[in-house]
């Protein structure tokens, strides 16, 4: 099968799981067999530094101006076109984004302002763009993103042009235009993929525009596949989707059967360890609230705080109103070797998650053989077994589940020995495998729809 | 002739309530959860099986007879929440076709780390058969049948005509558990379990799926009969929970009960005998070599469901490691307090086998993961030793 598959990241661009579940997905798609395009929107660097181990880029195409067309070795069958645009969906864009990024010269045409309208000029006629006209009518904030998605759309359609596919995949709601655009310009199925929510992401705060973006995805696509029960869940109540048309598959784990090094680092004290990006989908509070009880009853422990986001510095300001400053560590960002280092020095992991998708993270934990405590409220907790799970607004029961692992080995012990082996069952050929299947569901309504 | 041995086994452990690292009160045990399961048992098991032996016994004019072995817990229980379960098993002990097994009173895993709290534990269990039904028991069954020819041999020295085991088949190879036998070199009776015929009513009686679906009482008194001349006796234990709880009253299990003494006894030469009554009609005729420990649990039919990861041998040692302490407090409800966490229940609740099947271990655990159920007993321990220092 051929998909045309849109993304906004890929290791190492990445900012969260999304990236990490592409590169899982397109490889093990890659493994069997199937032929995936890659569509990115973003300028590939040479700066590779992730734990993802990523050979260069071989033949550059240049179908279009300012596209970069790659492949990387290790998949056979997945080709990488990416296009310049300043996508960053989960955090907020910084001002005058739109600026750095220039459009010119490309076969894109802005005939139309609207990417959603039914074409009817076919492969060969016009195509969506944005003109800057667009772009200054947006708003500083989602503005500039919901302008990005259209204008991607208009780049992914361009560049769809040259490809023979048979259906288009998107993920998350910054590739549901474009996945609507190519979908109804190609006259193509369409399977939307839904990582996560505008409510995952904001509670019931949520903005208006993305979440109309994101209605209006899984209501054109074809097949709609969530991450999880819990999005699934969420869909249905939020988004009135029919029960019919989503269907669940779950995300992995490459572990390669590596087992991880021992740490070789001597030291009296424990590290508890948040890893993710500190915004409020992540309940980096809950997870200081946790601390300082902990703190209380056990001495000889430091919480580790890697990532970076929005509330990073309201985190560190809430530390220290707590009086536990000294004993937790801010590390921003984590990349490549600093993210298995991290990982190795913990003697446990928690992602005290206030709305999550999924979570690929606590997998990575495990397979770095940490114990892992996660919130009840994530997709993750549907599929493990032999972790500790608390409600995230629970800190009570999150500090005494975190004092448990700390204190007594035994507990450590046989969580590792099972949460390994329970890790090592999750495949990403599982998960490419339950999107084939929902490929050819959507390709089977494709038909009987429009005969 | 062949004579069939019925005993069930009533158990209710003392569950913890949820206690955290952060609590420091005293008060360990749940209340409410332990009075409601208690009502909720009497109410679909105990007290519609007792009324239904009881009727048994009446209608065969006594040829009807039976064991029961009731942990000390559970019958403090029934005196707490339901006293009427107490009176109605006093009912049966009345008629003299009904005798009371030995046991460990806390229904413990103290035979696997202290001799001394297993004789004491014994000692108290009968006690309470004394005080409640006036007879001393002179069979022994430990935990979970769980046993060893060491098992036999404490038994023995503690006066008992013969101890309860498995009729494991790696230990019995091509023999029946239908006769009698003796550990190597000891003069104690061993009465062994027929599994295959128990769980055919424990365990397969409701099951639609099995080919032996619907169970009538002539189809289970023909497997009996097979018996003759290949053995003496069925021995048939089981939970007596079976009746009512885990196999449901709409089953039919209760009719079964009821009929299958008249269906048995339809052969003249079939009856019914409690264990003692086993052993004093049947000589041992050969031995039964057990020298590692087994049990009925699972397919396994070893101690893996109490002692199968390092939380729950962790949390054993942890428990018998303040033995001595708590008892040279000379506090008497401490002491309580610490015999009633020796109760099996609780590290059967940290077994990490199956855990994520999801199965019969699910179905009994009051906790969502073993892990939670381990962290709350050390939580509780913690305290315990708390009071010791």
């Known amino acids: ?451 | 002739m062949a004579s069939v041995c019925f005993y069930f086994q009533v158990h209710q452990p003392y569950r913890l309530r949820r206690y955290s690292v952060f609590d420091t009160d005293h008060n360990y045990f749940d209340d409410t959860k332990n009075g409601e399961i208690c009502r909720k048992v009497a109410t679909k098991c105990y007290l519609p099986a007792n009324q239904c032996i009881l009727d048994m016994i009446r209608v065969h004019e006594g040829r009807f007879r039976c064991a029961y072995s009731i942990t000390g817990v559970a019958l403090d229980q029934f005196a707490t929440y339901h006293p009427e379960v107490l009176d109605s098993f006093k009912r049966l002990a009345d008629t003299g076709c009904v005798e009371f097994l030995a046991e460990t009173y806390y229904h413990s895993l103290s035979f696997l780390y202290s001799r001394e709290e297993f004789n004491a534990q014994i000692e108290l269990h009968q006690k309470k058969m004394m005080e409640l039904f006036g007879k001393k028991s002179t069979v022994f069954r430990n935990t979970e049948l769980i046993y060893n020819n060491d098992v036999a041999r404490a038994a023995h020295e503690l006066g008992y005509k013969a101890v309860i085991a498995e009729g494991a088949d790696h230990l019995l190879g091509h023999r029946s558990p239908n006769f009698v036998y003796h550990p190597p070199g000891q003069q104690i009776s061993v009465l062994l379990k027929n599994y295959r015929l128990s769980d055919d009513i424990a365990f397969r009686f409701g099951n639609r799926g099995w080919a032996e679906w619907p169970l009538s009482t002539e189809k289970f008194a023909g497997w009996v009969n097979q018996v003759n001349g290949c053995g003496y006796t069925v021995n048939l234990f089981m939970d007596y929970e079976t009746f009512g709880e885990h196999q449901w009253t709409d089953t039919g299990i209760f009719e079964f009960l009821y009929h299958l003494p008249g269906a048995v006894m339809s052969l003249p030469e079939n009856d019914f005998k409690m264990p003692s009554e086993v052993v004093a009609a049947y000589p041992p005729i050969g031995e039964f070599d057990a020298p590692h420990l087994i049990s009925w649990a699972d397919t396994e039919r070893d101690l893996s469901a109490w002692l199968g990861n390092a939380m729950q041998s962790n949390a054993l040692q942890e428990l018998f490691n303040l033995e001595q302490a708590v008892k040279a407090k000379k506090d008497p409800e401490l002491l309580h307090d610490w015999r009633r966490l020796t109760t099996s229940d609780h590290f059967y609740y940290m077994c990490t086998k199956y855990f994520a099947d999801g199965d019969v271990h699910k179905y009994f655990n009051p906790y969502e993961s073993p892990y939670d159920s381990y962290i709350n007993f050390m939580n509780v321990l913690d305290n315990v030793a708390a009071r010791i220092r």
């Open chain 1, 1 to 451: 099968m051929n998909i045309f598959m849109l993304g906004w990241e890929f290791p190492p661009f990445i900012s969260g799981g999304l990236g990490t579940a592409c590169y899982g997905l397109t490889r093990a798609l890659s493994d069997l067999g199937h032929r995936v395009i890659f569509v990115l929107p973003q300028t590939v660097s040479t700066e590779f530094t992730t734990h993802v181990t990523l050979r260069t880029p071989a033949a550059v195409k240049g179908f279009i101006p300012g596209v970069t067309s790659y492949r990387l070795d290790e998949f056979d069958n997945v080709e990488f076109r990416s296009v310049p645009s300043t996508l960053k969906p989960y955090g907020p864009a910084g001002p005058g984004g739109m600026e750095t990024v220039h459009h010119t010269g490309s076969t894109v045409t802005s005939e139309t302002t609207d990417p959603h309208a039914p074409t009817t000029a076919g492969v060969s006629g016009s195509v969506i763009s944005t003109g800057s006209k667009n772009l200054n009518a947006v708003a500083h904030y989602d503005g500039d993103m919901v302008g990005e998605t259209e204008r991607y759309a208009a780049v992914a359609v361009a560049l769809a042009r040259n490809e023979n596919f048979d259906v288009v995949h998107a993920h998350d709601w910054m590739t549901y235009p474009a996945g609507i655009a190519v979908a109804q310009v190609y006259r193509k199925p369409l399977v939307v993929h839904v990582h996560s929510t505008e409510f995952d992401r904001s509670g019931e705060h949520v903005n208006q525009r993305i979440y109309d973006i994101e209605r209006r995805g899984v209501h054109m696509a074809d097949r709609v596949i969530a991450v999880s029960h819990f999005t699934r869940n969420l869909l249905l109540g939020r988004y009135g989707i029919s029960p019919d048309r989503v269907e669940v598959v779950h995300n992995a784990i490459d572990t390669n059967g590596k087992l991880p090094l021992p740490s070789t680092i001597r030291r009296d004290e424990k590290i508890v360890l948040f890893l993710g990006r500190i915004t409020m989908q992540k309940g980096p509070e809950y997870f200081l609230q946790a601390a300082k009880l902990v703190l209380q009853h056990e001495k000889n422990v430091r919480f580790v705080m890697a990532g970076s986001g929005d509330m990073a510095r309201g985190m560190i300001e809430l530390a220290a109103e707590l009086g536990i400053g000294q004993k937790v560590v801010f590390t921003g960002f984590l990349r490549g070797d600093d993210v298995d280092r991290v990982y190795k020095m913990a003697d446990l992991y928690v992602m005290p998650s206030v709305s999550e998708p999924f979570g690929i993270a606590p997998l990575e934990a495990l397979s770095h053989d940490v114990p892992v405590i996660i919130s009840k409220q994530s997709g993750v907790s549907e599929i493990l077994t032999h972790v500790l799970k608390v409600d995230f607004w629970d800190t009570h029961e999150m500090a005494n589940k975190i004092i448990a692992v700390l204190r007594h080995p035994p507990l450590q012990a046989t969580l590792r020995e099972h949460g390994s082996f329970e890790v090592n069952r999750l495949t990403w050929k599982d998960a490419a495998g339950g999107c084939v299947q929902a490929y050819g569901m959507a390709m089977g309504q494709y038909g009987r729809k429009r005969p």
